[in-house]
């Protein structure tokens, strides 16, 4: 597959660095795309992954798995998060939402233990 110039660059090895190894389809462009292609570059790499550290924030440098999921809620609901942080939350929302159900669930468990008997 042949890639085309962007800004003067090879996009070849551009591509290759800045994706990270992910497998994506590209096919060549007329040269009026590639500022197309340049942006869909920056937009796939701006994708957040469990690995990835957390960019801002309380917890800024954890690992987007060891993040509590109360509080990518709480950011997620309140308006407070960037767009990395926002579609990671919306690409792991049912993950994030057992986790918080299972942690209500530990609580009540609990608190059923916790009572005196007598």
């Given at each position: 597959?042949?890639y085309?110039?962007?800004f003067?660059?090879?996009?070849?090895?551009?591509?290759?660095?800045?994706?990270?190894?992910?497998?994506?389809?590209?096919?060549t462009?007329?040269?009026?795309d590639?500022?197309?292609?340049?942006?869909?570059?920056?937009e796939?790499?701006?994708?957040?992954e469990?690995?990835?550290?957390?960019?801002?924030?309380?917890?800024?440098g954890?690992?987007?798995?060891?993040?509590?999921?109360?509080?990518?809620?709480?950011?997620?609901?309140?308006?407070k998060c960037?767009?990395?942080?926002?579609?990671?939350?919306e690409?792991?929302?049912?993950?994030?939402?057992?986790?918080?159900?299972?942690?209500g669930?530990?609580?009540?468990?609990?608190?059923?233990?916790?009572?005196?008997?007598g």
């Open positions: 597959m042949r085309v110039s962007v003067g660059r090879n996009i070849d090895s551009y591509i290759q660095k800045r994706l990270n190894n992910k497998t994506h389809l590209i096919c462009f007329d040269r009026e590639g500022l197309k292609l340049y942006i869909l570059a920056i796939i790499n701006m994708r957040l469990d690995n990835s550290l957390m960019p801002w924030g309380k917890y800024k954890e690992k987007m798995a060891n993040v509590p999921a109360t509080y990518l809620m709480w950011l997620y609901n309140n308006e960037n767009a990395e942080v926002q579609a990671y939350i690409d792991n929302m049912d993950a994030l939402k057992e986790e918080i159900r299972q942690l669930d530990k609580k009540d468990e609990a608190k059923r233990y916790s009572k005196p008997i």
